[in-house]
């Protein structure tokens, strides 16, 4: 089900009207279609942050332009100040809902592996092929069964008839490792010597 987001058509593309618009809480933005003049727009910054925090990157929008002109649209590109940390732009494209596109959708790991292992994710996002409304907001991977030496990959994700994994199958998603035995015997150490210091402390 698409998330419905408030927009305005914008005329003025002076600077100056640009600059008004951020002042008031807006984000300039500007819709893409195939086949379709772009149309300059802005959309409420506060509303546009928790679209984003709640559905995803890859959510499905209705744009809502007015009161009788909504269109299915996607997330193709945001700006934000480096400085301030808000969005300052906004890039959307008309979604074609029977068209399959490539996105990168993120990895969760769920639980914590067995024994005293170290865990390593080197994949966080992985690219999904998959027609708009089943785009996940995320893949979740159980990891509570992985021993020291257990490697999951991408052919070891989760299989679902909607989408489809695209990137290496052999890629590693999470491993287990054995934990740096020089770095637990110098931690070791390090409180022997922290204790033994305590001791003569006290003793003295």
Known sequence: MSVTLKAIKRNDLTRSNTKTLRENG?????????????????????EL???IRDNGKNAVLSL????DNTVDVMFYDYQ??????????VDFYMADMSEARDVSVP???????NGQGVLQQPLFEVQVRAKPNDIPEEVTVDISSLEIGDVITIAD???????EFIDDPESTVATVL??????AEEHAEEVEEAEAGEEES???
């Open 26 to 46: 807006q984000v300039p933005a500007v819709v893409y279609g195939k086949q379709k003049e772009p149309q300059a727009i802005a959309v409420d910054s506060i």
């Open 49 to 51: 942050v928790k679209v």
């Open 64 to 67: 809502a332009l007015d009161t």
């Open 80 to 89: 934000v100040d480096p400085l301030k940390d808000n969005l300052v732009h």
């Open 107 to 113: 990895i969760r790991l769920e639980g914590e592996p």
């Open 157 to 163: 994700l989760p299989a679902n008839n909607k989408y």
């Open 178 to 183: 054995a934990p740096d035995t020089n770095v």
């Open 202 to 204: 006290g003793e003295e």
